[in-house]
T-cell receptor, first 115, second 113 residues
């Protein structure tokens, strides 16, 4: 029973390029959450999705960031025209139910470096 | 707005010592509280989940307590080992914030052999 799978583990992008981060939730989990950990800072909520629905995107930057969780396939966090300040670790978590009674399971993260 | 604070920010102890990590939160209307461990360059490993109706949870050498009214949780680690060295994160889910977690900035623990 694989856990939450994120790929790639490390991603290097030049300023202005696009970054695509993928997250496959645990089997049986239909709720996905993205968090960002900036250097020397705590984890901050970005977005919460269910299949084909964005439930809460209150933590997403207003521009250049988008997320989706299609009916088939992994959840994607997309960052357009990356800037140095986007360098961070991006973590995905999943849960089996909205209420989170079972807590959240996190992936190993994608470390994005913008050069 | 929920704020989560963890004290101390860093802690260094000799092997075998019992220790306590502290977490405080400003909004006592929480749904649950979860303690995680994060190793350098790695993801988060869930240690313990305490629902708002519970006072404590135990797993092996770890014991977490929750006092909603005072906005506090503690993580007790018994007989610490060098393998316990990591950053410990406390996260709360507030009833009014949907499903998001609010994290503290963590306590970086070093257990010296």
């Amino acid at each position: 029973n694989a856990g939450v799978m994120q790929n790639p583990r490390h991603l290097v992008r030049r300023r202005g390029q696009e970054a695509r981060l993928r997250c496959s939730p645990m089997k049986g989990h239909s709720h996905v959450y993205w968090y960002r950990q900036l250097p020397e800072e705590g984890l901050k909520f970005m977005v919460y999705l269910q299949k084909e629905n964005i439930i809460d995107e209150s933590g997403m930057p207003k521009e250049r960031f988008s997320a989706e969780f299609p009916k088939e396939g992994p959840s994607i966090l997309r960052i357009q025209q990356v800037v140095r300040g986007d360098s961070a670790a991006y973590f995905c978590a999943s849960s089996p139910a909205r209420t989170g009674d079972y807590g959240y399971t996190f992936g190993s993260g994608t470390r994005l470096t913008v050069v | 707005k929920q704020e989560v604070t963890q004290i101390p920010a860093a802690l260094s102890v000799p092997e075998g010592e019992n220790l306590v990590l502290n977490c405080s939160f400003t909004d006592s209307a929480i749904y649950n509280l979860q303690w995680f461990r994060q190793d350098p360059g790695k993801g988060l490993t869930s240690l313990l989940l305490i629902q708002s109706s519970q006072r404590e949870q135990t797993s092996g050498r770890l014991n977490a307590s929750l006092d909603k009214s005072s906005g506090r949780s503690t993580l007790y680690i018994a007989a610490s080992q060098p393998g316990d060295s990591a950053t410990y994160l406390c996260a709360v889910r507030v009833e009014t914030s949907g499903s998001r977690l609010t994290f503290g900035e963590g306590t970086q623990l070093t257990v010296n052999p």
